[in-house]
């Protein structure tokens, strides 16, 4: 059930947050392995992109990928908060008074992370490539041109095989593992301190709300430059035997970005990472709360 309850809540989360991952993943790959200057730029910044992704595309273009993205939050946030809940209901991660253990903590929100990171990798592969693409006029990254989920990932297997579909999974275990571990172990020690000082001791809604604020902002800072790799890894081209046209490794990936598009590049995107992922891990988290305490109510041990 705990792993049921994840998912629920990150896709109740994911439907709201998805238009900022599409703003998000357009402006990561726009400029790709061009120099600062040298290329066309259609997104200026989060107003903008939306505009003109509304003004090309229509408004329901801000929810492309929708489908993958929902399967994605419950597939992952599934799997990597049903694993931290499970650990800590065993008292892993806690010590003997109750209290969080920081490197526990770290590693329980870590594994899990990588967990459901890895389970979602199809889907989060095509949902990548749907929400890249855009219209010829504003387009960036490589078009694959899917007309669906299911589509995408058909052709996905009949042309590279299970391989093909785990394409780039092992770039997205940096990023799950950073993103994860810093979002859960932030959020668990913000309630705690909060609660240790008894400053919402009889609101738990304001309490998971405040931790998640944090929780936020720190799964932010910490995960883009991982995701934005990432990213690029999943949407580039490939040949035909499932090969990459652009990147041939991680660390080739990283090079390549360094030496052509500068540092600042790994930050592309950042004010929709940190607008979605804000919002997201507010009412990710609130919502795996609340049906927790609903749960507990209702079903009690």
């Known amino acids: 059930m705990d792993f049921m309850i994840a998912g629920v809540a990150a896709v109740g989360a994911g439907f709201f947050t998805n238009p900022l991952e599409v703003l998000k993943t357009r402006m990561q790959l726009q400029g790709e392995l061009h120099a600062k200057g040298h290329y066309t ?3 200026r910044n989060i107003i903008h992109a939306t505009y003109t992704i509304a ?15 929902l399967w994605v939050q419950f597939i992952l946030n599934g799997v990597r908060l049903g694993i931290y809940q499970s650990l800590e209901d065993r008292g892993w991660v806690l010590d003997r008074e109750g209290g969080t253990v920081f490197y526990k903590s770290v590693l329980a929100g870590g594994v899990g992370g990588v967990a459901g990171q890895i389970a979602c990798s199809p889907v989060f592969l095509v949902k990548t490539h749907l929400q890249t693409q855009g219209s010829e006029n504003i387009a960036v990254g490589f078009q694959h041109k899917h007309r669906g989920m299911m589509q995408g990932l058909r052709i996905i297997f009949e042309e590279q095989g299970i391989k093909g ?29 909060l609660n240790q000082y008894e400053y919402f001791s009889d609101k738990p809604l304001l309490t998971s709300f405040c931790g998640s604020m944090v929780g936020g ?18 949407n580039q081209p490939v040949d035909p035997h499932g090969r990459g046209l652009l990147y041939t490794n991680y660390l080739d990936c990283v090079v390549k970005i360094f030496k052509t598009e500068g540092i600042s590049a790994f930050y592309k995107g950042v004010g929709p990472m940190y607008l979605r992922l804000g919002p997201h891990t507010v009412l990710c988290l609130v919502f795996w709360d609340e049906l927790k305490r609903l749960y507990d109510r209702f079903w009690p041990q």
Not at 217 to 233: C, G, H, K, Y
Request: net charge positive; proline share 5%; charged share 15%.
């Open 41 to 43: 730029v259609h997104y």
């Open 217 to 234: 902002v720190a799964i932010s800072v910490m995960m883009t430059p991982f995701d934005l790799i990432m990213t690029r890894l999943y």
């Open 165 to 193: 579909l785990f394409r780039g999974a092992g770039a997205s275990i940096p990023r799950a593992f950073v993103g994860s571990t810093s979002q859960l172990t932030s959020f668990k020690y913000s309630k705690e301190f």
């Open 55 to 69: 003004k090309h595309e229509g408004f329901l273009s801000l929810q492309k990928g929708l489908s993958p993205a």
